[in-house]
């Protein structure tokens, strides 16, 4: 069965960076975008980005544009999501999350997405 797997998640300080990594298993990785969201407590889901199928096209949630980026290497079945200039209000649990439909991308929408990780703790400290 599908199964995504995040790693990377910590704590730092403001300003500073952090990778998160998600590989994935138990389909063709290199059919699907993928995309990462985020939850803060007390909040909706986010969206924070996507890539497609083939890597290279990437989108971004204004919130984080300029300052994060996303990538996929189909070889490794992994997307990654590289976080600079972290804020506080970056705190959040971050998901990594398939595409429900094949050689689509560009979805803003949680429910667009079919299969999640178990997320990674992100917090940025003041």
């Known amino acids: 069965q599908v199964q995504l797997v995040e790693s990377g998640g910590g704590l730092v300080q403001t300003g500073a960076s952090l990778n998160l990594s998600c590989v994935a298993s138990?389909?063709?990785?290199?059919?699907?975008?993928m995309a990462w969201f985020r939850q803060a407590p007390g909040k909706e889901r986010e969206y924070v980005a996507s890539v497609n199928w083939k890597g290279s096209h990437a989108d971004y949630g204004d919130s984080v544009k300029g300052r994060f980026f996303i990538s996929r290497d189909n070889a490794k079945n992994t997307v990654y999501l590289q976080m600079t200039k972290l804020k506080p209000e970056d705190t959040a649990v971050y998901y990594c999350a398939r595409d429900r439909a094949l050689v689509r991308w560009g979805s803003h929408a949680s429910g667009e997405y079919s299969n999640w990780g178990q997320g990674a703790q992100v917090t940025v400290d003041s």
């Open positions: 138990g389909y063709t990785f290199s059919l699907y975008s």
